[in-house]
């Protein structure tokens, strides 16, 4: 089966840099996406990894590492409004669907 | 473009009866739509894949005679819940995807919460 652990809570300060990890364990690997989802909201793709090495789009950043099975999300210069809940997910199923993580709730404090 | 919508976006009903939720790609024609159900501070759970014009695909552990799916066409997918119960409160959100099976197509509506009473 599928597995993408997460940690369930991260809490930072407002400009602060956070990093959110997550672990999978896939029987066939296609690449790594993260969304993000605000409380009752839909989930909104952030980034892509198919290939090892980190990708930046604006103050959000993925890396992955396909040998160690791990991919994490950072974000830079935090805002109130970063407050959400993150998600890794992998395509699974032949690359058919989606499989996602565990979700990690990010705080963000003044 | 690729927006995605779902109606309606909370409905409470009572229990034993029957609940209608439907999605619909608005910008593109999805070929597939994803149901997924989310437990409060849970991840995204997906329940079945539906492609147009044929049946859908049930994850293990669902129930297709209750959670009934219906892809008629390449705009719009409709999920039934029959003779919801409690225990199937929950925030139910679809997505859909235009093209073939990749990376990233998917498209997520903003979702419908069902209560049952």
């Known amino acids: 089966g599928q597995s993408l652990e997460q940690p369930s809570e991260v809490t930072a300060v407002e400009g602060a840099i956070v990093q959110i990890n997550c672990t999978y364990q896939t029987s066939g690997f296609y690449g790594l996406s993260w969304y993000q989802q605000h409380d009752g909201g839909a989930p909104t793709f952030l980034s892509y990894n198919a290939l090892d090495g980190l990708e930046e789009t604006g103050r959000f950043s993925s890396f992955l590492s396909r040998s160690d099975s791990y991919g994490y999300l950072l974000l830079q210069e935090l805002q109130m409004k970063d407050s959400a809940s993150y998600f890794c997910a992998v395509p699974t199923g032949g690359g058919n669907k989606l499989t996602f993580g565990t979700g990690t709730q990010l705080k963000v404090e003044l | 473009g690729a927006v995605v919508s779902q109606h309606p976006s909370w409905v409470i009903c009572k229990s034993g009866t029957s609940v209608k939720i439907e999605c619909r790609s608005l910008d593109f024609q999805a070929t597939t739509m994803f149901w997924y159900r989310q437990f409060p501070k849970q991840s995204l759970m997906l329940m079945a894949t539906?492609?147009?014009?044929?049946?859908?695909?049930?994850e293990q552990g669902v129930e297709k005679d209750k959670f009934l799916i219906n892809h008629a066409s390449l705009t719009l997918s409709t999920l039934t819940v029959t003779s919801a119960h409690p225990e199937d409160s929950s925030f139910y959100i679809c997505s859909a995807r235009e093209g073939l099976a990749g990376k990233n197509e998917q498209y997520f509506g903003p979702g419908t919460r069902l209560t049952v009473t």
């Open positions: 539906s492609n147009e014009g044929s049946k859908a695909t049930y």
